[in-house]
């Protein structure tokens, strides 16, 4: 089993950064893909981006303003979101697992944390 416990949520203004932590502990390893996905009220969970095997990728929206990285020796995974527009409000979930050959997609990831909320006002 997998546990993942999302932190660094909070309200900001647009233009604001946050970071967002994900501590993962128990079956871990570094070779697991790592997820972000977020969800806002009234519409399905979406991907933001993840890192597999190294290689990172970020949905179209995000891209140039979020980074994921992980940190191996800590098992943790970051989202660092610069550039924050009232359109990133959701709650935020971390996600993790041992086989995602499409990374973007939900239903490779078996663990979930409990997610965190992020709100940017304008």
């Known amino acids: 089993q997998v546990q993942l416990v999302e932190s660094g949520g909070g309200l900001v203004q647009a233009g604001d950064s946050l970071r967002l932590s994900c501590a993962a502990s128990?079956?871990?390893?570094?070779?697991?893909?790592m997820g972000w996905f977020r969800q806002a009220p009234g519409k399905e969970r979406e991907f933001v981006a993840s890192?597999?095997?190294?290689?990172?990728y970020y949905e179209d929206s995000v891209k140039g303003r979020f980074t994921i990285s992980r940190d191996n020796a800590k098992n943790t995974v970051y989202l660092q979101m610069n550039s924050l527009k009232p359109e990133d409000t959701a709650v935020y979930y971390c996600?993790?697992?041992?086989?995602?050959?499409?990374?973007?997609?939900?239903?490779?990831?078996?663990?979930w944390g409990q997610g965190t909320q992020v709100t940017v006002s304008s």
């Open positions: 890192v597999s095997g190294g290689r990172t």
């Open positions: 128990g079956r871990t390893a570094s070779s697991y893909a």
């Open positions: 996600a993790a697992s041992s086989f995602a050959p499409v990374p973007a997609r939900t239903m490779y990831y078996p663990y």
